[in-house]
Structure formats: structure tokens, C-alpha cells
């Protein structure tokens, strides 16, 4: 009787491509690629809870090279590097040097115990996630960090395996709060001033425009948005680096464009601000770094593409200053004149 019920209750329940026979191949062949999938998230997770271990243990470790993205060096590799000094693990890194200026504590201390740097390449190569395509004299370098790490005796974090780096080892820092974000506003502020900073960030042409539309957004007029904004405040300036810096425009009144691969620069005048404006791209987790409110603007609409995944590692950073949206110019307009009345 009970196998009777079982094979009724299976016959009524059974999914409808295992009903239908000609979808049945189709179901199992993306079944199989979902298992395959866990299996490799949680082999990742094995993996990074192995190094992690290890490298409390013998309180030193190898990461990098990290050639990538701005928001993945600090939403998810400097956070967790920070993490691991803290818990006084001397880190061997090999990075850009134009990042060098956030690895440090609230004391301007060096929060790695070496700093490989290989110079600023991304007018020849755009980066992609944790890394980029490197010229071969940027190669020779990231190469022997990479020989010499894998011959130490100590752990190498090695990332550059996309999908374990983006399936795998960022979701499990963010999983386990193995992330530390250094107040950098107490290194680098020279002032409190009443002043805005605008990142006028150009898209990626290579990427896919679907996709870049979807979570980033149309591109903004930036000199309407400064010259919108600059009554609020007592300085605007308008900063980022060269490469991914959409500005046709020079400073005027009281509006400064600083555009530099220099982010001592970058640092010290959000340090300074009351307020970051930025598109949805990896400036949104300096607020945290300068202690600075971030309102996020997207244009073309009111759905940000995988806002709330971005929502989810910033809390991890830290939650003074949840982000704020601006949809339209009206809004940032609104949004400023709000802000001139309520900030200190």
C-alpha cells in the first residue's frame, strides 16, 4: 500500500518536464551544471577557510597580484587584507601603486608588511573584475611575485581564478565578516570644508551594453550636474582617474576638476566633503573609507541592476552612511539643498 501512495504522489508531483519526455535531457543537463556549480562554490569556500587557517597560523601570507576593478579592490581585497593585519598577519602583496595610498591604518602605518607595485597600465588594458589583461612588462613582475610566492612555505591567496575569486572567496569574506575598513578620513582630511566631490565615471565600451545600462545606467551630463549642485556648497570638485573619467569641461567658478592617478588626491578630498556623488561603480564604498554620506545617481530609470548585491557588501563595511539615490538632475538638486540644511 505504501508503495502504492508513493508512486501516485510521485506521478502527481513529478516536475513537468519529467511529464513531458521531450524536456526531460534539457532539466537534467541544468541540474547537473547547477551541482556542478555548488560544488565548486563550496570547494572555494573549503579552499579559503584552509588559507585562512593557515595563515593565522603562521602569521604571515602571500595575495595577489591584484590588477582589478576600483569596487573589488575595496569592497572585497583590502577589506579582507585589513581584516588579516588586524589580526596581526603580515601580508606579502603585489598590487597597482596608484592603490598603494588605501593601504594603511587610522595611524598611516602600512597595513601590509611589503607592497609589490607594478605601474598604472589601464590606458592599455580596461580591467575586468580582479584583474586585466597586462602588458608584458607589468607580466614580468606580477609573474615572479607569483613564482616566488608559490615557492614560499607560506599561504598564497592566489585570486586570480575568476570564478573562484567571484563565486567563492568574495561571498565568503562577506559571509564570515572577515573584512576591516580603516577610517582613512583620520590620515588624510587637511580640513572640514563645505564641499561636494562628483565622480564623472565613463562606462566600459567594452562591456556589455545590456548589462552596463542595466546596473549603471545612461551617461550623465556632468558639467549640468556640477554647475546644478555648486550654489550648496563652497567648493565642487569633480575627481577621478583619467581612464574612466567621462569630463569635456575645465573648473570654473567655484568648481575644481581634478582628474589624477594620484589617489593621495582622490583621498584627501573626499576626506574633506561632506558629500560623494557618484554613478553605481566602485567609488560607492569610499564613503565608508572617508567618512563621507554617498548619494548613488542613476539615469534611465528607477532599477538599479544588482544594487541590492553591492547593498549587501557595503553593510559589511560598515553602516554610517547608508546610501542614498538620485534618478534625476531635479533630485540631485533636491538632494543638495536637503543636505545644505541638515549636515553640520
Not at 327 to 337: C, D, P, R, S
Request: charged share 20%.
Amino acid at each position: 500500500m505504501f508503495i502504492g501512495l508513493r508512486k501516485t504522489w510521485w506521478r502527481r508531483n513529478r516536475p513537468y518536464s519529467m511529464q513531458h519526455g521531450s524536456h526531460f535531457i534539457i532539466n537534467i543537463h541544468s541540474l547537473y551544471n547547477r551541482l556542478i556549480f555548488f560544488l565548486n562554490k563550496y570547494k572555494g569556500y573549503a579552499k579559503a577557510y584552509s588559507l585562512y587557517l593557515r595563515s593565522r597560523i603562521h602569521k604571515r601570507c602571500y595575495f595577489g597580484p591584484f590588477t582589478g576593478e576600483f569596487g573589488h579592490l575595496l569592497g572585497h581585497n583590502l577589506p579582507f587584507i585589513a581584516h588579516l593585519y588586524s589580526k596581526g598577519v603580515k601580508v606579502e602583496f603585489c598590487g597597482l601603486d596608484i592603490h598603494k595610498p588605501f593601504f594603511v591604518d587610522e595611524s598611516g602605518n602600512s597595513n601590509v608588511y611589503s607592497y609589490t607595485e607594478v605601474r598604472d597600465f589601464f590606458n592599455e588594458s580596461a580591467p575586468n573584475c580582479n584583474r586585466a589583461e597586462e602588458p608584458d612588462d607589468v607580466k614580468a613582475i606580477t609573474s615572479g611575485f607569483k613564482s616566488l610566492a608559490q615557492k614560499s612555505t607560506f599561504p598564497y591567496w592566489d585570486n586570480k581564478d575568476e570564478q573562484y575569486y567571484f563565486y567563492a572567496f568574495r561571498w565568503w569574506v562577506n559571509f564570515n565578516r572577515f573584512n576591516k575598513v580603516y577610517d582613512l578620513s583620520k590620515v588624510y582630511r587637511t580640513k572640514s570644508e563645505n564641499s561636494a566631490v562628483i565622480f564623472p565615471r565613463k562606462w566600459n565600451s567594452n562591456s556589455p551594453f545590456e548589462k552596463q545600462l542595466e546596473n549603471n545606467g545612461e551617461q550623465w551630463n556632468y558639467f549640468e550636474i556640477a554647475n546644478t549642485i555648486s550654489p550648496y556648497f563652497d567648493k565642487v570638485y569633480v575627481i577621478g582617474h583619467p581612464v574612466f573619467s567621462d569630463i569635456n569641461f575645465n573648473s570654473f567658478g567655484n568648481v575644481e576638476v581634478h582628474l589624477t592617478q594620484n589617489n593621495n588626491v582622490i583621498l584627501e578630498k573626499c576626506s574633506n566633503s561632506k558629500l560623494i556623488i557618484t554613478p553605481h561603480s566602485g567609488a560607492v564604498y569610499l564613503g565608508e573609507y572617508t567618512n563621507c554620506q554617498v548619494l548613488i545617481i542613476y539615469k534611465g530609470g528607477r532599477v538599479i541592476g544588482e544594487i541590492e548585491i553591492t547593498n549587501k557588501f557595503k553593510r559589511k563595511l560598515g553602516n554610517k552612511y547608508p546610501f542614498q539615490y538620485a534618478y534625476t538632475l531635479n533630485e540631485i538638486q533636491n538632494f543638495a539643498k536637503q543636505y545644505e540644511a541638515i549636515r553640520d
